[in-house]
Every structure is written in C-alpha cells, then in structure tokens.
C-alpha cells in the first residue's frame, strides 16, 4: 500500500504506429526523457516524467508502436511484456495511455479492444483532432467513451494542444481510485480477431461519421511517389541527395572536430612531460574521442534525413519501392537506407538498421553493411592504386586507375548481395517474413521532434557506442606502444611492440597471401580504423608524416612489394574488418558479442580468400 | 458479408466462385473481401494461422472493401491497397489469401 505513496505513478502510452505516439510523449515530458534499452534486448526503452495539475509525480513510458498485443516483432513483445507486466526489471503500468489517430480509428479500436481485456485503467487521447476536425469527421465523445469505458480526451500533439487536459484525466482516474481489474487477455484467435473487427466495425458506425472531406492528398502524392517508374527515379534522387549530404556537409564539420582535438591532443602535449603518459592521454585518448566524435556529424547528417522521411511518411513509400530490387538478394525493403549510408560509413549505416523491424532482416543488414565501401577505405586505395596500377587510359574516357577503383566498390556491393543471398538460403532457409506495412497518410514533420530525436542519436551515440569504442582505441594504442624500444633501437617503434610481436609471430599466416611482416604488423594499428592503415605503413617504412607525403611512400611501396602483394592488398581491404569502430557499434546494436564475432570471423575470412585468391592468381600470370 | 464468410470457410466454393484472390488483381480493381484463409503452405516464415492473424490484424476482413492503388515495377510486386480507409503495402505472395469479388465498371454496366 505504502509503495504508492513513494514511487510515482506508471504510465505506459500504447498505440499503432504514425499516431504521433512519441510526439505525445514528447508534449507530455518534454526534455525530462531519458533513453535506455530494456534489459538484455536492443529496444529502445524511453521514459519521461511530469507533474501533473493535482500535484501527481507520472512516469510515462513510451512503447513501441503496435496493431496487436499478439507481438511480431522483438518491439512488440516490449509493448504486450510491459502492459502485462511481465517484463524482467518492469512494473506492470497503472494506467495505460492509449494513442489513437483520430483520422483512423479502425485498426487502433480493435487494439484498445484487446487493452481493455488487460484491465488495467485506461484513457483514450484521440490525437491529431485537428486534422479530423478539417476533414469534417464527426466524433461523438461522451458516447465513444461510454462504449469503451474509459475517458477520452482530444490532443494535438504536435501544438501541445489537449495535454493538461489529459494530464487531468489521469488525476481524475486515480483520484477516483480506478484499480486494475482482472487481466482476462490472451492472444486472440484468427476468429476473435474477426469478431473484435465486427465489434469495432459497430462501434465505429455508432459513434463516427465518415469525413465529410476525406483527405486526398496523400493519394495525389503516392500516384507520383508510387509510381513504378517515377517514383523509383525520385527515390534514387533523393537517396543521392542523401548520400551527397553525408559526404559533403558532414566533412567540414568532421575535418574541424579532427583538427580540434588534435589541437587539443598538442595543448596536452605541451602541459605534460614527455613520455608514457603522454603518450597514453594524446596517441591513446585524445586519438580515441577523437575517433568516437569524428563520427557524430555523418551521423547526424544521416538521422536528419531519416527521421525527416520517417515523419513525412515516406519510409514505407521508399521500402514499398526498394522490396522487390533487394529482395531478390534476399534483403528487407527498408535495408536501402543503411546500406546506402554505409558507402559513407558503416557506423551509421549499422545504426539506422532500426528501421528494420523483422530480427533476421535487421541481422542480415547489419551482418553485411560493412562490405559496402566506406569512405575510410578511400585512402587506403588511392595510395596502393597510385602505387601499382599504371596510370594509362585503356578506352574511350576509361582510365585504368580509375575503373580499378570503380572495380573495388563493385566488388563490395556483389559482396554483400552475395553474403546476404548466402544468408537467406543457407542459414535462414524458407524464413521469408511476410511483408505487411502501413502507408500511412503523410504529414508535415514538427521541427521540435525532429530536433529532439536527433539529439537523441547523438546522445546514444556518444554514451554508449563511444563506451565500447574508446576502450578499443586505448586497447590498439596499448599494443602498439608497449614494450617500448631497447635504448639505441634502429628501427620503428612499433617493431619492437606487442603489435610488433604478433605482426611478425603471425607473419607466416599471411605469408600465403603475399603479406610481408611490416604489412601484417602495420595492420594492427590500422584496426583502429581503416584510413590508419596509411599512417601506420608509413610508421613501419620510416616515411615521416605518411598521410601528407602519400607519394613518397607509394614510391617505397612499389619497390618493395610486388604487384601481386599490392592486389591482394587491396582484396584485403575490401573484406577485412579493419575498423573496430564498427565491431562496437555492432556488439552495441545486436546486444551480442556473438553477433560481433560472427562478422569478424566472416569478414576475416572472406578477406583471407580473396587475397589468396587474387595473389596466387596475379602470381600465375607472372605479377609475383 | 459476415456471414458469406463464415459460409466460405465452411467450404461453399459457391461464394469463392466469382471472386479471386487479391494477388491477381490489377491497379484500379476494387471490391470486397470475401475469405482471408491462409491455408496452403506458400513458404512463409510463419505458419499459415499467424498470417492469417497478421492479415486480419492490418484490416484484411471479411466484408473489408479494397481497391489495389497501385504496384511494383518488377512483375507487380509488391503491391499498395486502399483497405477501407487506410492504406497497406504487401507482397503479392502474402496476399494470395485474400480473396477478393471485384466490382468492375464494365460489370455494372453490362
């Protein structure tokens, strides 16, 4: 008894997708939010708090968007678990906020049907009022919540219309002392789903009159965006905007971010005395934040356009589009947008996977975005193209340079259709999911949800893929600095460190794709991200500054490898998970280290062969 | 309409016999739905009673009416129907189990 006194009161808001749900929860709580993820799954799990009118502490929770308690989706059965109470670390809710758009109450009644078989006290904010009122659509309140039993209050989220009023409505419930009643519900059959349709059928027809000016503007903008032929070339258009976007706007900011905390990195240098900690909190965490936040503005940029076509509407539009293309690779529809993203970086490419909401279509994106080539591998191959491949045009505009490059990123994209293909068939053979999804009826996005939603990706960013991250970078730092060289060493530092050791312990491993110790030892480092690579080679041939002075270790690379070692290079790097940036942003994303390590197992493998494959090839035809 | 239903899924092919399936319908046809029975295996991920939920649950009802708006460029697929007032995206495999009695303007005219 005395526990209501002391916790505040639990509201869970429950409601279909695109009912403005979380702009709701967003009026509700405003900034007092906080993001986390239920225990031990990859949900996100978004609590807020407010006062209300009578002086009531709330904790709302805002659950992922459902049409059935009867979950499909890892998303759904959070929302069934915490309205049933039966969620590990979850009280069940005192109250339970059911989000309806008032525009399209169908599917949502049969919903609040099945709530009310839950017992727990309820509320019913029809949203978006201000749209039904446009449309002419009549609603008779008193007698729709009389027919539900529960109170029901208008809202327009988005103008924070309606909310003290429903704040009240749940001081009024409890100040009445509503207790839950008996949970009576269970998964419906196939034949109560039907009967609870008939049921909502009647209340409808009872209690709503059809608008008397249906909207017809999302059927005038889906006869252009749907169209089979145009709307594929306005989607294209729009992903390479995107893709654009992600490259261009987001470097500026990320040069500067670099620049700073090399700065900062020098500030620190010249406060500290010269040696091992120096060294630690400049080459190892200075370089490591660094690492972490050099990703924010790309994924920024990218969440923008996300969230954007997310509240326009469009997503369902472009994955409606893009399902039969990536199908046929055995891929989900919604898959386009990371994958594209991840030809920027892989690490947003991997965060915005959400949108995926089946667990094997998620994992098959996810498994397979790294292959997609990232703008961190450019480096890497100009300097072995500029190294190897003569610099001669071979046909009309084709430059051999230039198409060995272009060769790179298709091998990257067949690779990955083919992993996934691979995956659908072999492992996860006949589990086509089907694929049933709203369109729902587009709609201006509100500048303050955008913004707090994409705050809220950084956030998520920083704290929790920076906490795997960070260590990771001090961990490759670690090994590339200790031991330190004996007094009077000659050669590279780096010869004489762990990574050193284990380049030159697993040397003989590589040796069968044609990598000589420094290469395999300048790998080690380059794990930190794949651009390293660059620099640590350079470490390695003793070229000073490596990264502005590209041409002078290209010089030293062709002398001492051979064409053959210089492909396989290459093949190397277009499969190899060189960056532990994205295993984080992985273990963070799957909740797995197993996932994690299935990538790198794979990824490495794939590497190893085709190097193997393309040295010995090269070698046969007289490259070695 | 309901009872058509409960007709149809006692196995009166008369009710199915002027309807077809809604995977073979055309952009502007438009009708009823007259059975959602997922009964043959067509290789779902799910077994045949949970798509059959799936279905129902995004508003495939006996005595819904749809109208295909519009599909895919490769082999029409997937395909966008207006399913009474909302709109839902499926493939046409998946829709295979709804079976529709379209109403023609030439049907009307005839």
Known sequence: MSEGVLRPTRVALVGNPNTGKTALFNALTGSRQKVANYAGVTVERKEGTLTTPAGRTLSVLDLPGTYSLRARSPDEAVTRDAVLGRLAGEHEPDVVLAVADATNLRLVLRLILELRAVGRPMVLALNMYDIAQRQGLRIDLDGLSRELGCPIVTTVATRKRGIDDLTAKVDELLAAGALAGANTWREPTAAEIRGAHREAQRILKTYVRPPERPDTVTGKVDAVLLHPVAGLAILLGLLFLMFQAVFTWAGPPADAIEAGVGWLGAQAANLLPDGLLESLIVDGLFAGVGSVLVFLPQILVLFLFIILLEDFGYMARAAFLMDRIMGGAGLHGRAFIPLLSSFACAIPGIMSARVIDQKRDRMTTILVAPLMTCSARIPVYTLIIAAFIPDRTVGPGLNLQGLVMFGLYAAGIASALAVSFVIRKVFWRGAVEPFLMELPTYKLPSAENVLRNLLQRAQIFLSRAGRIILPLMVLVWVLSTFPAPPAGAIGPAIDYSFAGMIGHAIQPLFAPIGFNWQMVVALIPGFAAREVAVAALGTVYAIGDAEANVGALGARLAESWSLATGLSFLAWYIFAPQCVATLGVVKRETNSWGWMGVMFLYMVTL?????????????????? | MHDMAAEARGGADAVLAGSVS?????????????????????????????????????????????????????????????????????RRRDAQHVWVRIERPEDAAR
């Not at chain 2, 055309?26 to 290789?43: F, K, L, M, T, Y």
């Not at chain 2, 799910?46 to 649950?57: H, I, M, N």
């Not at chain 2, 495939?60 to 395909?79: M, N, S, T, W, Y």
């Open chain 2, 22 to 90: 809604l995977s073979t319908v055309q952009p502007g046809d438009r009708g009823v739905i007259v059975e959602v029975r997922a009964d043959q295996s067509g290789g779902h991920g799910v077994d045949e009673s949970e798509l059959e939920r799936r279905l129902l649950e995004f508003g495939f009802v006996e005595g819904a009416r749809v109208e295909l708006l519009h599909q895919g460029l490769i082999k029409g697929d997937p395909i966008a129907v207006r399913v009474d007032d909302m709109r839902v995206a499926l």
């Open chain 1, 607 to 624: 590497a190893y062969l085709a190097s193997f494959l393309v040295y010995h090839t090269a070698v046969a035809l007289g490259a070695g």
